[in-house]
């Protein structure tokens, strides 16, 4: 299994600013990934932190809009750029290991006025 | 993209009585996951299953792979409240990223 800690755990920004989540991992993972959840609703995959290169965003996410660090095999951020109401929702980080179980950071809700 | 539908979406028991969960996926699937999100929390893991017809308990929890590989579910005997939340199945997709499904929410009440 794989402890993840996740800061902040809440924010209420204004629209135009920008965020940066951050995600910590007890141990060292290859693979990470960010979803997003909107209240009630199923998770959507935002894109694979790759450590050492970029990250690989799925369709309707750009870089521009949510880059990614991945400095080491522990740590990645995401920062939401430039948001807008419609970013409100709860960001989370994951790890998978090596056995392909997922493990979950407890989340980031964010609140875009 | 791979489609995962769950059925129901959202289903209320009494504690006590019987409760599933099923996923059913366009294709044929290499393997099926499940987790476990409480109100306000964050998914859980809860099984892996890899083999046609698998079938795999865990406490009153009991999931099933089907034959032909291409739909799950999960059935909960005796609910209880602490059975309360939302039950997502995952379905691996290209470069093994997980497509999750769209959920069942489950309320349970004394």
């Known amino acids: 299994s794989a402890v993840i800690s996740q800061k902040p755990s809440r924010d209420i920004c204004q629209r135009g600013t920008s965020l940066t989540i951050q995600c910590q991992v007890d141990?060292?993972?290859?693979?990470m990934f960010w979803y997003r959840q909107q209240p009630g609703q199923s998770l959507t995959l935002i894109a694979t932190?790759?450590?050492?290169?970029?990250?690989?965003?799925e369709s309707g996410f750009v870089i521009d809009k949510f880059p990614i660090s991945r400095p080491n095999l522990t740590f990645s951020t995401l920062t939401v750029s430039n948001m807008s109401p419609e970013d409100s929702s709860i960001y989370l980080c994951?790890?998978?290991?090596?056995?392909?179980?997922?493990?979950f950071g407890p989340g980031t809700r964010l609140t875009v006025t | 993209g791979q489609q995962v539908m769950q059925i129901p979406q959202y289903q209320h028991v009494q504690e006590g009585e019987d409760f599933t969960t099923y996923c059913n996926s366009s294709?044929?699937?290499?393997?099926i996951q499940w987790y476990k999100q409480r109100p306000g929390g964050h998914p859980v893991f809860l099984i892996q299953?890899?083999?046609?017809?698998e079938v795999k308990k865990q406490k009153r929890l009991t999931f099933q792979f089907g034959e032909a590989k291409k739909n799950s579910s999960l059935h909960i005997t005796a609910t209880q409240t602490t059975d309360v939340g939302t039950y997502f199945c995952?379905?691996?997709?290209?470069?093994?990223?997980?497509?999750f499904g769209t959920g069942t929410r489950l309320q349970v009440t004394l």
């Open positions: 141990s060292q993972v290859t693979m």
């Open positions: 299953l890899v083999k046609s017809g």
């Open positions: 994951s790890v998978r290991t090596v056995s392909y179980e997922q493990y």
């Open positions: 932190a790759n450590q050492g290169s970029e990250a690989t965003y």
């Open positions: 995952a379905i691996p997709g290209t470069a093994s990223k997980l497509t």
């Open positions: 294709t044929t699937l290499s393997n």
